[in-house]
């Protein structure tokens, strides 16, 4: 496979990898403009404009957007994350050059018509409302807002109901001169590519577009806290975020070993503890998220109002127990599935076309996946245990949703962490 990275003089960068054999690819445009840099009065709006991208352009409509990459068989999306904008479409490799045509005219030059942002904001108004009335879905954003309060970070992706219904044109216009230049932009493109033909149309399309400058961000700050929403549902949703590595950090696969081999499978620590041998839970896993400048392990599970105290407390000490008796077959079946995902994944265009926008992103070029690979391969079963000390005393944020009147709070998790 060939990688390759142009930079156009106004900040474009242009990465693509070309996969033999492969019939098809995936192309798409990632902005660095995500939740986490909108001001207070502008939460939501990255994603209210991610929408709007669709609704039409200077010469196309709505319908036509879709008819263009549906006619050739293809598929066109697009999602908003707390550091990133992605739009992005998969067709055979005859139609590369027309994916990037519609890809790049819905990302500069939407319309915002206002009878289209009206019927937006009600899709999106629904897609808040779809949220609250999902527990194991909104309970995360209540965690992030705990655990990050009172800053970018910690609002959520979707925005407050009252904020979205009050975007208007101007508001989507002021955060695309913002935030879309063509120095905030990464092309990325796998699968049947050719990367000189993709530059040369890039350049035609964004060549003449001036930088706006690289978004300044807030720095995240864990804070941790406590939310408890009290719900007569049939069971009680619980989630733990304890503070770890950004992706900088040495540490961040330790981290991800980690939380693998406490809760990243059927035979992790937390599954086969709490769910097969106590029976308290139908679901309970743990995972690890990086960012920039900040990241956190979050445990999830769903229990009774009756089994939360034992699930709280099961859970609590089996995290403390880690540092001391986490086995090299579990650490190493950690690594397994870390590897294995990783490279089960790259097997698709599309996972290794955001993979390489996220890489370019965040180190200004794409590390080899043999580099990943060592570095997972790398970590040691007494780095896990050594790391798995520390979050004992680490920051921690709490939600709890449903019958919660007597779950065990943050000051009580915190005080049997540290016992």
């Not at 019939?23 to 902005?31: E, L, R």
């Not at 690890?288 to 009774?304: F, P, Q």
């Not at 993979?355 to 990943?372: C, F, H, K, Q, T």
């Amino acid at each position: 496979m060939t990688l390759r990275i142009t930079t156009l003089p106004n900040g474009l960068r242009i990465v693509t990898e070309d996969m033999p054999g492969l019939q098809s690819a995936s192309v798409g445009i990632w902005v660095t403009a995500g939740g986490r840099h909108e001001r207070a009065e502008q939460n939501g709006i990255a994603h209210f404009l991610e929408h709007m991208a669709f609704k039409g352009t200077e010469k196309r409509s709505a319908l036509r957007i879709a008819e263009e990459i549906e006619d050739v068989g293809g598929y066109i999306n697009a999602y908003t994350s707390k550091e990133m904008t992605a739009y992005y479409a998969r067709v055979l490799s005859a139609d590369v050059a027309l994916a990037l045509d519609v890809i790049s005219d819905i990302v500069l030059n939407p319309v915002f018509d206002a009878k289209e942002i009206e019927t937006e904001r009600h899709v999106i108004l629904q897609e808040i409302g779809q949220a609250l009335d999902t527990p194991d879905d909104i309970i995360f954003d209540w965690l992030q807002e705990v655990s990050y309060p009172d800053q970018p970070f910690g609002r959520t992706i979707l925005g407050p109901a009252e904020r979205v219904s009050a975007f208007g044109r101007a508001d989507l216009r002021r955060f695309v001169a913002e935030h879309y230049g063509p120095d905030q932009m990464i092309l990325s493109a796998s699968g049947g590519v050719d990367h000189d033909a993709i530059v040369a149309q890039a350049t035609g399309i964004f060549g003449a577009l001036r930088p706006v400058g690289l978004p300044k961000l807030e720095t995240a700050r864990f804070g941790g806290g406590e939310r408890r929403e009290v719900k007569g549902l049939e069971q009680v949703h619980f989630a733990l975020a304890l503070e770890s590595p950004g992706y900088r950090d040495p540490d961040v696969f330790t981290a991800q070993v980690y939380s693998m081999a406490m809760g990243g499978g059927m035979s992790s620590r937390l599954f086969q503890k709490i769910r097969e041998e106590r029976g308290l839970c139908y679901s309970i896993f743990a995972q690890s998220g990086a960012y920039e400048d900040t990241g956190s392990i979050t445990i999830y599970a769903g229990t009774s109002e009756e089994e939360i105290g034992d699930l709280t407390a099961l859970t609590l000490d089996e995290l403390k127990r880690a540092a001391d008796d986490m086995t090299e077959a579990e650490v190493a079946r950690a690594r397994a599935q870390l590897k294995a995902g990783l490279l089960m994944g790259l097997e698709s265009p599309s996972t290794r076309a955001e993979r390489n926008a996220r890489l370019l992103s965040i180190w200004g070029r794409v590390p080899p996946v043999e580099e990943a690979v060592a570095k997972i391969d790398a970590v040691s079963t007494a780095d896990v245990r050594r790391y798995a000390g520390t979050l004992t005393g680490a920051p921690a944020a709490l939600a709890l949703y449903g019958p919660v009147e007597r779950a065990p709070g943050l000051e009580a998790i915190r005080d049997r962490l540290a016992a």
